[in-house]
């Protein structure tokens, strides 16, 4: 049973992994919008795995937590934050080869330099699959990282934000069942987060360089 | 229910329920409220709460008494500061985020589990944003959209430390944890968990290279609000990094990264051309320097740090709203733009020199005695190298700053006049508040000497 | 029994000259078949060799002011295909004359030798339309050389060795590891590369618009015997690039090394093709071509998946 969960996590990581490059390049908001949904859906997927691998109902209740909370209500304040009238709502000048390069130097540097350094010193060991699994929430969380920094529009950012929070969820199912009312306040947290982001995004929907702010 | 059990919980509901007041009409609800909890806080010196759910000692009851007390301050002070001036949300919503933005704050405090703390730290956060757009200001909308993203990605990164202290040791109680790693010996995981809280619950302290939201946030926010930002949010977040720290003391980094941060920090105070941003990178200062003194530790390092965080919550709190003051009577933000406030605000300015003087450690102010501990702790420890830098970067910041604040105060002169009498009297009350620290201080020394 | 000497002789030539010779045959079926698709009459399926023959009678013209390479590199890129098509695996699935002389990675690299050489010839064309051309493709083939070379790299990890038929044989004796993790992203990375690499639909149209061409425009200046080498050369290439594709990644099953029984990895190998080409065609008939600038992002997202291949099984075991 762990066995065949550990073959299934790989794929289901590695395509979270895809969905989080898919967002990257993506210049059109609503693409964005949904690629963040599938993540969500598939981290529940492996939430459901694991679940079903380690006979732990935790994990169940967290994948239904993560399908309404990050799957539904995310999505559906995110989408209601675009503007409507415009249909065509994109960031311009998305080089989508010159992104993919950084975000794939940053995320092996990065990865590389934690996994090598780091996880080989110490002795951790994941609920599924080998220790080697651990690289794909980490890799989640720096390519969220570099959404953040590469974009200026307010929703790519918050989408950055919102695939951090998913690496962690990545992170803490692949190694140990974390108390539910933790990560309930923890979904709680960024749903809010998310709604607060909305607010401001209707205000200011990109950034520049503020004269006032430097220094 | 004991009664410091009963204290906790009341507390954590009092500001919640004067809202709620507020809300129903009766105006002054907001202040009586900070009242009753700044009493409530005092209360609990005597009557601790049973380690259990909540987690309270001598540095939590500090921390709690300077969060109340600034938050009492500050509702005091919006009274005054929005008074006919257009804002940006509505004035209830303020009340309730402030209200929330407490609760959230003294919630991280007292909560005797490092996985609610966390989410108590982003609590505030969420909280807090949209305090910043109270002007409304393309400019505000910037910083407080900054302060968004950096903090939450970097709260974010310190959940990894989280997981991996659960991971090692199989509870997240404050208490428990402290108990399990008080005797054994320290794991590679906890070291790693440790470095990782600080560049993560870091950010929200302000130390260096993750600083970068902060003067934003501080100069775009309202008087009242930054006074909260600087004087309780930051600390706040350095208790809950001072919580993670002792699970296993990584001191040389953690010293090194709040040395290098001193000396960022007074770089660029060097500078500033605006006063509110100017006090805010002296926020930056006083926090890491307060990490060191954490960081150092022993009964000298401890007892330095609180009493530089609690003199300096009041002192620079002081310094927020004599730049409030001085913001809402002549709407100027440039310090080259202020001249000779001394005949016209004598008030204002009077507190404004005197929370700068605290602020930069002058004796007799708390702080100068906070400071004076920690950099003796750090000799006692034979990190002499730090000790050099700190005390120059220090002596560089106090004439940074004061010399600045002088220059506004007594070159030439000027037509302004007080906005209103009770808000100098606020920003008086808290500017001399570090004095009475210090003196308190220093009688209660000599007594046990 | 037939002396191990001679079988292995026969093997080579065997495979030199079917390479060679048919590798004009799947050009011209998958023409053939695309028209069929697209509801067209389309040419015969020999059309490429109808093609060659007629080029190779006519008259060959040097462009004014052309240099010594133009002249003689389509010769050299020929023989560099040549050899490429004796040391991998192409036909044979075992080492025959030659294979001891490259491994995969100095198969990448004579790869990017031979392209690299027919840039350098149209660059001595003296025409600026060539030079044009060899911008271009220089600005695309610094993702898509970067992806081969990853892509042959990463798959040797796979047994640590990187000689392609060890390769082969393990994937034959371990099925299970053709659908790791890996190895699918190793086979989605090159075939990205393949269609690039080939010219075809949603990276390259290979008709005359000189707005679309990418490997079209290095041979603009060409013509008569060199045109006709040039072309039966870029045939091979095509035919070696879908040969590993097909021999290492996507099916690696099938191939016979014993005496009698060698000889069927002809029809094997055609029905093989035969799988790629209506892969292709799939491809290319559903796909509409991307706007110039676009292929760069597309030779991107080839590059990234071949890097998550390399990272995935460095750290997954």
């Given at each position: 049973m762990s066995s065949i969960a550990g073959t299934l996590a790989y794929p289901i990581s590695s395509f979270i992994l895809i969905s989080a490059f898919y967002m990257q390049g993506q210049e059109f908001i609503r693409p964005m919008i949904r690629g963040q949904l599938i993540q969500s859906l598939l981290i529940a997927a492996v939430s459901f795995i694991v679940g079903f691998s380690e006979n732990n109902i935790d994990f169940i209740i967290?994948?239904?937590?993560?399908?309404?909370?990050?799957?539904?209500?995310?999505?559906?304040?995110?989408?209601?934050?675009?503007?409507?009238?415009?249909?065509?709502?994109?960031?311009?000048?998305?080089?989508?080869?010159?992104?993919?390069?950084?975000?794939?130097?940053?995320?092996?540097?990065?990865?590389?330099?934690?996994?090598?350094?780091?996880?080989?010193?110490?002795?951790?060991?994941?609920?599924?699959?080998?220790?080697?699994?651990?690289?794909?929430?980490?890799?989640?969380?720096f390519q969220g990282l570099f959404l953040i920094a590469s974009r200026r529009t307010t929703f790519a950012q918050i989408i950055g934000y919102v695939e951090e929070e998913n690496a962690l969820v990545l992170f803490a199912l692949f190694l140990l069942p974390i108390p539910i009312i933790i990560e309930a306040s923890v979904f709680m947290d960024v749903l809010a987060l998310v709604v607060i982001s909305s607010i401001v995004v209707i205000e200011k929907s990109t950034h520049e360089r503020v004269e006032e702010l430097i220094g | 229910m004991s009664p410091g059990l009963f204290l906790v919980i009341l507390t954590l509901f009092v500001p919640v329920v004067a809202f709620l007041f507020y809300f129903a009409g009766l105006k002054a609800a907001n202040?009586?409220?900070?009242?009753?909890?700044?009493?409530?806080?005092?209360?609990?010196?005597?009557?601790?709460?049973?380690?259990?759910?909540?987690?309270?000692?001598?540095?939590?009851?500090?921390?709690?008494?300077?969060?109340?007390?600034?938050?009492?301050?500050?509702?005091?002070?919006?009274?005054?500061?929005?008074?006919?001036?257009?804002?940006?949300?509505?004035?209830?919503?303020?009340?309730?985020?402030?209200?929330?933005?407490?609760?959230?704050m003294l919630f991280s405090l007292v909560i005797n589990n490092y996985g609610l703390m966390w989410v108590g730290i982003e609590a505030t956060t969420i909280s807090s944003a949209l305090l910043l757009i109270t002007d409304k200001t393309e400019t505000s909308l910037e910083a407080t959209w900054r302060y968004l993203v950096i903090v939450s990605a970097g709260v974010t990164f310190a959940f990894f430390s989280i997981i991996l202290i659960y991971y090692s040791l199989g509870t997240l109680e404050v208490s428990s944890v402290l108990a399990i790693t008080a005797g054994t010996k320290s794991t590679p995981i906890l070291k790693i968990a440790v470095a990782i809280a600080l560049i993560g619950f870091g950010t929200k302290v302000g130390v260096f290279p993750v600083h970068t939201w902060l003067p934003d946030a501080h100069s775009e926010a309202p008087s009242p609000v930054s006074a909260m930002f600087s004087g309780v949010l930051l600390p706040t977040a350095l208790y809950v990094l001072y919580r993670i720290f002792e699970i296993d003391p990584l001191r040389s980094l953690y010293v090194w990264f709040g040395v290098i941060s001193v000396v960022a920090a007074s770089i660029f105070l060097g500078y500033q051309t605006r006063y509110k941003r100017m006090f805010a990178y002296s926020t930056m200062e006083n926090m890491n320097l307060a990490l060191i003194g954490f960081a150092s530790g022993g009964i000298a390092g401890i007892t330095g740090a609180l009493l530089l965080l609690i003199s300096h919550s009041f002192g620079k709190a002081g310094a927020f709203y004599s730049s409030g003051n001085v913001l809402k009577a002549t709407g100027k933000k440039g310090i080259e733009d202020i001249n000779g406030l001394w005949n016209s605000m004598p008030m204002t300015s009077g507190s404004m020199l005197l929370s700068s003087l605290a602020v930069t450690g002058t004796p007799p102010f708390g702080t100068f005695f906070g400071e004076f501990l920690i950099l003796y702790n750090l000799l006692t420890l034979h990190y002499y190298i730090q000790f050099v830098i700190v005390l120059f970067f220090l002596m560089t910041a106090f004439i940074s700053v004061n010399l600045n604040v002088s220059k506004m105060i007594f070159r030439g002169e000027s037509d302004y006049s007080e906005p209103d009498r009770v808000m100098p009297l606020i920003s008086m009350v808290s500017s001399v508040m570090p004095i009475v620290i210090g003196i308190i201080f220093l009688v209660m020394t000599i007594e046990m000497v | 029994m037939v002396d191990v000497q001679y079988v292995t002789l026969v093997e080579t030539v065997l495979q030199y000259f079917f390479v060679v010779l048919f590798a004009p045959l799947f050009a011209g079926i998958l023409a053939s078949f695309k028209s069929k698709v697209e509801s067209k009459k389309g040419p015969s399926i020999f059309q490429p060799y109808y093609d060659l023959f007629k080029l190779l009678r006519k008259e060959t013209l040097l462009p004014?002011?052309?240099?010594?390479?133009?002249?003689?590199?389509?010769?050299?890129?020929?023989?560099?295909?040549?050899?490429?098509?004796?040391?991998?695996?192409?036909?044979?699935?075992?080492?025959?004359?030659?294979?001891?002389?490259?491994?995969?990675?100095?198969?990448?690299?004579?790869?990017?030798?031979?392209?690299?050489?027919?840039?350098?010839?149209?660059?001595?064309?003296?025409?600026?339309?060539?030079?044009?051309?060899?911008?271009?493709?220089?600005?695309?083939?610094?993702?898509?050389?970067?992806?081969?070379i990853t892509v042959f790299f990463a798959v040797s990890l796979i047994t640590a060795t990187n000689n392609p038929y060890v390769t082969n044989h393990f994937l034959v004796a371990n099925p299970l590891q053709n659908v790791s993790l890996d190895h699918i992203f190793a086979t989605l990375a090159f075939l990205m590369l393949f269609l690039y690499e080939t010219g075809k639909l949603p990276l390259e149209s290979s008709g005359l618009q000189e707005l679309g061409m990418i490997e079209e425009g290095l041979n603009y200046e060409y013509s008569g015997k060199l045109l006709a080498i040039n072309k039966w050369g870029s045939y091979i290439k095509q035919y070696l690039l879908g040969s590993v594709l097909l021999n290492v990644f996507l099916l690696p099953w099938g191939l016979f090394s014993t005496y009698p029984l060698f000889f069927l990895d002809v029809p094997v190998m055609i029905l093989k093709w035969l799988l790629l080409i209506f892969i292709v065609i799939a491809i290319e008939t559903t796909l509409a071509k991307l706007r110039l600038f676009r292929i760069l992002d597309y030779l991107a997202t080839a590059f990234t998946f071949s890097i998550l291949f390399l990272i995935f099984s460095e750290v997954i075991v």
């Open positions: 967290l994948g239904i937590f993560i399908v309404f909370l990050r799957g539904a209500l995310v999505t559906y304040f995110l989408e209601k934050g675009v503007p409507s009238k415009k249909v065509y709502f994109y960031e311009k000048k998305v080089d989508v080869a010159y992104l993919l390069l950084v975000d794939l130097i940053f995320i092996v540097i990065a990865v590389f330099l934690i996994y090598s350094i780091v996880f080989s010193s110490i002795s951790i060991k994941s609920l599924i699959g080998n220790n080697g699994i651990l690289v794909f929430p980490l890799t989640l969380f | 202040i009586a409220g900070g009242v009753i909890n700044t009493s409530i806080a005092v209360l609990l010196y005597f009557f601790r709460p049973p380690v259990g759910l909540f987690f309270v000692d001598f540095t939590t009851w500090v921390f709690i008494m300077m969060v109340t007390a600034i938050s009492l301050l500050s509702s005091f002070y919006a009274t005054r500061y929005f008074k006919g001036s257009k804002m940006g949300i509505k004035e209830e919503t303020f009340y309730l985020l402030m209200a929330l933005f407490t609760t959230s | 004014e002011g052309s240099g010594l390479l133009f002249k003689y590199i389509p010769y050299v890129a020929f023989g560099v295909y040549s050899l490429i098509s004796i040391i991998i695996p192409v036909l044979i699935p075992q080492p025959i004359y030659f294979t001891a002389s490259a491994d995969f990675l100095g198969g990448a690299i004579l790869f990017s030798t031979a392209a690299f050489m027919k840039m350098a010839a149209a660059m001595n064309s003296n025409s600026n339309f060539s030079a044009l051309g060899t911008s271009r493709a220089i600005s695309f083939n610094f993702l898509s050389e970067g992806t081969l």
